[in-house]
């Protein structure tokens, strides 16, 4: 389906190519994928975790 649009959008300015391509790499790789990585960020101790960074970002706001 990427292909398709590859070639619908290639007079299009390169950072278009570049979006699909980057969309494209999800699909050839699951590592690429936003869920993947969150897992992998999260592995272990996924609400210590979690609290943490929700505890980092709210005194970053509070300040």
């Known amino acids: 389906m ?3 649009m590859k070639d619908f959008y290639q007079d299009y300015p ?3 190519q570049e979006i699909l391509d ?3 790499a999800k699909f050839v790789n699951p590592e690429n994928r936003y ?3 969150v897992r992998r960020q999260f ?3 996924f609400v210590k ?3 943490e960074l929700a505890r ?3 005194e970053k ?3």
């Open 49 to 51: 975790k979690g609290l």
């Open 43 to 45: 592995e272990g101790g």
């Open 2 to 4: 990427i292909g398709f």
């Open 35 to 37: 869920a993947w990585k």
């Open 22 to 24: 980057f969309e494209d």
């Open 56 to 58: 980092q970002r709210q």
């Open 14 to 16: 390169e950072e278009v």
């Open 61 to 63: 706001y509070e300040k």
